[in-house]
């Protein structure tokens, strides 16, 4: 992270205003190193039978026994995919998890309101679940499957993790989580209009649908961010888990506080010229699937 570019990220602030997501996005952007001639790409697989059910999938020819690094996209519950037309994202991520040596995974899922609580976890659960079964003619592991998430993407991965009931075998099925500027407890995060388009219009009733028990108590690992430039909301999760997890382990979790970043540019920074993030992700992969 440059003074400059964080000094660029800083002046669109905070908050989730259309300024901060379209400047953040146009940054990175054109810092991208776009396509790679060498890493294949299966297109729209089908891992379920809702029209959203759709993943595609990175390797590189050749690779036996490869991680699986799996990303699912943020956009308020209500909105978001997998790959845009206009921008790198979120192809950056596959391509850069192929080139690790790992198969890269980004996914759609069903959207709120449409599809509430608990369509996350199910439609991973379904993801995890279709990996199992085939990731290993394109290369993969089906026992080093990693799931990692971003804003919603990331309370998505945290629900498959907590709420047992929706694992798709004892243990989850899966070597890791990361997550990124989620939202983990529903009991004291601040009502709004996407929370209500995902938990149902009564905030007094989002308690079943808190994730911070399952991750307090989970023996999945995990690595969790938050961004120097994350909304409020994002920070007190982030304090919360730390504090919660201090309390029931006596130790710290691993925690990363990304200087310099806000909440979109962490997962748009990967397979950048901006290394950092990247190699933290690679480093986590390989660390939970040796």
Same mark, same amino acid.
């Given at each position: 992270? !440059?003074?400059?570019?964080?000094?660029?990220?800083?002046?669109?602030? =905070?908050?989730?205003?259309?300024?901060?997501?379209?400047? !953040?996005?146009? &940054?990175f952007a054109a810092m991208a190193t776009g396509a790679?001639?060498?890493?294949?790409?299966?297109?729209?697989?089908?891992?379920?039978?809702?029209?959203?059910?759709?993943?595609?999938?990175?390797?590189?020819?050749?690779?036996?026994?490869?991680?699986?690094?799996v990303y699912v996209h943020g956009g308020g519950f209500?909105?978001?995919?997998?790959?845009?037309?206009?921008?790198?994202?979120?192809?950056?991520?596959?391509?850069?998890? %192929?080139?690790?040596?790992? &198969?890269?995974?980004?996914?759609?899922?069903?959207? %709120?309101?449409?599809?509430?609580?608990?369509?996350?976890?199910?439609?991973?659960?379904?993801?995890?679940?279709?990996?199992?079964?085939?990731? %290993?003619?394109?290369?993969?592991? +089906?026992?080093? &499957?990693?799931?990692?998430?971003?804003? %919603?993407?990331?309370?998505?991965?945290?629900?498959?993790?907590?709420?047992?009931?929706?694992?798709?075998?004892?243990?989850?099925? $899966?070597?890791?989580?990361?997550?990124?500027?989620?939202?983990?407890? !529903?009991?004291?995060? @601040?009502?709004?209009?996407?929370h209500i388009a995902y938990y149902g219009g009564d905030?007094?009733?989002?308690?079943?649908?808190?994730?911070?028990?399952?991750?307090?108590? !989970?023996? &999945?690992?995990?690595?969790?961010?938050?961004?120097?430039?994350?909304?409020?909301?994002?920070?007190?999760?982030?304090?919360?888990?730390?504090?919660?997890?201090?309390?029931?382990?006596?130790?710290? +979790?691993?925690?990363?506080?990304? =200087?310099?970043?806000?909440?979109?540019?962490?997962?748009?920074?990967?397979?950048?010229?901006?290394?950092? $993030?990247?190699?933290?992700?690679?480093?986590?992969?390989?660390?939970? @699937?040796?």
């Amino acid at each position: 992270m !440059t003074p400059d570019l964080r000094e660029r990220l800083q002046s669109l602030g =905070a908050e989730l205003t259309p300024e901060m997501l379209g400047g !953040t996005t146009q &940054i990175f952007a054109a810092m991208a190193t776009g396509a790679d001639p060498e890493v294949q790409v299966e297109r729209d697989l089908e891992y379920g039978e809702h029209e959203r059910h759709r993943l595609d999938l990175f390797h590189k020819p050749g690779v036996s026994g490869a991680p699986v690094l799996v990303y699912v996209h943020g956009g308020g519950f209500v909105m978001g995919d997998k790959r845009s037309s206009e921008t790198p994202f979120y192809d950056n991520i596959g391509t850069f998890a %192929a080139q690790q040596g790992f &198969i890269g995974v980004t996914i759609n899922y069903r959207l %709120a309101p449409a599809s509430q609580f608990p369509s996350g976890p199910e439609d991973l659960g379904a993801v995890v679940r279709w990996l199992k079964a085939n990731v %290993a003619q394109y290369g993969g592991d +089906p026992d080093k &499957i990693v799931l990692s998430g971003q804003s %919603a993407g990331a309370s998505h991965v945290a629900s498959y993790v907590a709420h047992r009931a929706h694992h798709v075998e004892p243990g989850g099925g $899966i070597a890791g989580a990361i997550l990124m500027s989620g939202i983990y407890d !529903t009991v004291s995060a @601040t009502p709004n209009q996407f929370h209500i388009a995902y938990y149902g219009g009564d905030p007094k009733a989002w308690g079943p649908a808190s994730c911070m028990a399952g991750l307090i108590n !989970t023996e &999945i690992p995990l690595m969790v961010t938050v961004s120097e430039f994350d909304p409020e909301d994002f920070q007190r999760q982030a304090a919360q888990f730390v504090g919660a997890w201090g309390v029931a382990h006596a130790a710290y +979790p691993e925690m990363h506080y990304l =200087a310099g970043h806000n909440h979109l540019s962490p997962a748009q920074s990967i397979g950048s010229e901006l290394k950092s $993030i990247g190699r933290m992700v690679a480093g986590f992969v390989k660390r939970v @699937t040796w």
